[in-house]
């Protein structure tokens, strides 16, 4: 079986290309022949890694629009594939890619990645979205062969739009493996991993650490990440606008680095208004570290399975989550952080996602039935959202 995506595996697109390589990586140890179209690195950048065949599309004209008008006729040129996915919403290339597909008569498969909930549509760029999405964005949607969506809550989201499409609900995956850096300090310490941009919020812990200063001790956070330079300096200038000398800004960091900051936190934050899913969390649980995230995010796993904190999302209810998780004994942080690894192994590995990718890929060509995580109803799908 071969399929071709088009989506990026660019470390600077961060926790997306995360996942997006993960999954692709999984599906060829499973013997599909995943392969990727994307545009160029932007500068600086660098794919997650070496294992996936990657095809270079030509430059967008606009990085607003991320117009190109060779890319229909370069995704074609790549070759014959079985099926076809898109790792995207706005990006040309997921249309181009749909429209591939349909001229060639092959199905395809959508991941919206976030991008259909109703406060990204709201955010930066509405007017363009709101017209891409009559001009083409949703009917490429209507006529896929089905909507891969990481929860519950973004096919919802989708339903709403008006998607009618079968929609399989597969989270993104992350890597298991044994971390062998290890926490040095006492130093009880908040971390958030992730891109700077308004929408994460991180200001909420920075509000946090101001509020609790005065009833915790020995305490940091740690701010691991770049992205939007404007978002950064306004968090700096938070940060000495109250006199703050406990927050720390490493910018991006990957291998050694990244795993060695991690391994000093004692909890990982996600305060985000909205998320599809976060990698932070992913990132955290499989490392055995705690984590707290807002109802922003589709994360009760952290209520369920006792491996975190899941919040509303407002001031006071992130800051009663640090305090919280600050009086939690250590002892009870560790067996949180050994839980939040059980869950990552059993629901989130790489191994299990691609396999049910896989099994979506096979059910739509006709090799199998219909997989149990596969919605196609819609009275059906907003009743087993309820239950």
């Known amino acids: 079986m071969k399929v071709l995506h088009t989506g990026s595996i660019d470390i600077n697109i961060g926790g997306p290309a995360m996942s997006t390589y993960l999954a692709l990586k999984g599906l060829r140890e499973m013997g599909v022949d995943a392969q990727i179209a994307m545009f160029q690195l932007s500068p600086g950048g ?3 890694g070496e294992e996936v065949p990657v095809h270079y ?3 967008p004209i606009s990085q607003k629009y991320t117009y190109q008008r060779t890319t229909k006729k370069e995704i074609k040129s790549i070759g014959d594939f079985d099926i076809y996915q898109s790792q995207g919403t706005w990006d040309y290339s997921s249309h181009a890619l749909a429209c591939v597909a349909r001229k060639l008569h092959k199905p395809y498969l959508m ?3 976030g991008m259909l909930y109703p406060q990204d549509i709201a955010k930066s760029n509405s007017l363009l979205k709101k017209t891409l999405l009559k001009l083409y964005v949703l009917n490429d949607f209507n006529h896929t062969a089905c909507v891969h969506v990481t929860c519950m809550e973004e096919m919802k989201h989708c339903r709403d739009l008006g998607i009618t499409s079968p929609m399989a609900v597969i989270p993104n995956p992350v890597e298991i493996k044994e971390y062998k850096e290890t926490k040095k300090d006492d130093v009880f310490r908040i971390g958030y991993l992730g891109r700077l941009s308004p929408r994460k919020n991180v200001e909420g812990l920075i509000y946090a650490m101001d509020e609790l200063r005065n009833e915790t001790e020995n305490t940091e956070l740690l701010i691991i990440g770049g992205g939007s330079e404007v978002y950064e300096h306004f968090l700096r200038d938070e940060v000495e606008r109250l006199g703050l000398k406990n927050v720390r800004f490493t910018g991006f960091l990957s291998g050694e680095e990244k795993d060695e900051a991690l391994a000093s936190c004692s909890i990982l934050a996600m305060p985000s208004e909205f ?9 955290g649980l499989v490392r055995g570290i705690p984590c707290i995230a807002t109802k922003g995010a589709p994360w009760e796993d952290l209520q369920t399975h ?3 904190w899941w919040v509303d999302y407002n001031q006071p209810a992130i800051t009663d989550a640090v305090w ?3 009086n939690t004994p250590s002892a009870e942080l560790k067996a949180m952080g050994e839980r939040g690894k059980r869950l990552m192994i059993d629901k989130y590995s790489v191994e299990s996602v691609a396999t049910k990718l896989k099994q979506t890929y096979q059910w739509i ?7 149990d995580f596969v919605f196609i109803d819609k009275k059906n799908d907003i009743c087993r959202m309820s239950m």
């Not at 998320?275 to 990132?283: P, Q, T």
């Not at 060509?365 to 997989?371: E, F, L, N, Y």
């Open 46 to 48: 660098k794919l997650r």
């Open 57 to 59: 599309l030509k430059p």
């Open 111 to 113: 991941t919206p990645r």
């Open 275 to 283: 998320e599809n899913l976060g990698n932070v969390v992913l990132e």
């Open 306 to 308: 006792q491996c975190g």
């Open 324 to 326: 919280k998780a600050y």
């Open 365 to 371: 060509i006709g090799q199998s039935t219909k997989p």
